[in-house]
């Protein structure tokens, strides 16, 4: 299985600054179709996971553009320009292009 | 607005079995592939098994492969998990998600399975 690693596991950030978690792949993940199925989760406290990101740097409708997505090969990033205090909870990268998906174990995001 | 809704956790014993349902609405179901994830205490997120569009192909990783049945009804807006054969380490909140592995984008709020003596 792919295996998704995150980091880092916590990440204490300040109102208004900027936030960036890491997610690396241990396969490339361009699906032979040529797309790159690598999404991010948002999990807030008590809810269900939403997605934010789809195919690498697809923001989802609904998702201020504080959010974006980058990377290639085996290494993707999501960084938050600003962090607002809604922000906070748990961040899942989760690959789609080999079987099966997998996920990266997640990064808490507190403020501090 | 899409909605999906979990029900038919609880706590069983090893060997025992479950079955698990997903309530869909807000969307048309019968366009999508469905999928189950789970996520087991202090561990991370597993996919379990997807489900195309039509309902007759599905799809299961390794560790549930025989033992758990995924189905699909159109017509109800509904899917499914059967469990058999529990083992301990089926214990997780289990989650209904709308799409495949390419398009997954929806969850549910997960029910809870306890395998346990």
């Known amino acids: 299985d792919v295996v998704m690693t995150q980091s880092p596991l916590s990440l204490p950030v300040t109102l208004g600054q900027p936030a960036s978690i890491s997610c690396r792949s241990s396969?490339?993940?361009?699906?032979?179709?040529?797309?790159?199925?690598l999404k991010w989760f948002h999990q807030r406290p008590g809810q269900s996971p939403r997605r934010l990101i789809y195919?690498?740097?697809n923001r989802d409708s609904g998702v201020p553009d504080r959010f974006s997505g980058s990377g290639s090969g085996t290494d993707f990033t999501l960084k938050i320009s600003r962090v607002e205090a809604e922000d906070v909870g748990v961040y899942y990268c989760?690959?789609?292009?080999?079987?099966?998906?997998?996920f990266g174990g997640g990064t808490k995001v507190e403020i501090k | 607005e899409v909605q999906l809704v979990e029900s038919g956790g609880g706590l069983v014993q090893p060997g025992g079995s479950l079955r698990l349902s997903c309530a869909a609405s807000?969307?048309?179901?019968?366009?999508?592939?469905m999928t189950w994830v789970r996520r087991a205490p202090g561990k991370g997120l597993e996919w379990v098994a997807t489900?195309?569009?039509?309902?007759?192909?599905?799809y299961y990783v390794d560790s549930v492969k025989g033992r758990f049945t995924m189905s699909k009804d159109n017509a109800k807006n509904s899917l499914s998990l059967q469990l058999n054969s529990l083992r301990v380490e089926d214990t997780a909140v289990y989650f209904c998600?709308?799409?495949?592995?390419?398009?997954?984008?929806?969850w549910g709020q997960g029910t809870l399975v306890t395998v346990s003596s």
């Open positions: 195919q690498v740097s």
């Open positions: 807000g969307f048309t179901f019968s366009n999508f592939l």
């Open positions: 989760m690959q789609g292009t080999h079987w099966p998906p997998t």
């Open positions: 489900v195309n569009q039509g309902g007759s192909e599905v």
């Open positions: 396969q490339g993940l361009v699906h032979s179709d040529g797309n790159t199925y």
């Open positions: 998600l709308r799409g495949g592995a390419h398009e997954v984008d929806r």
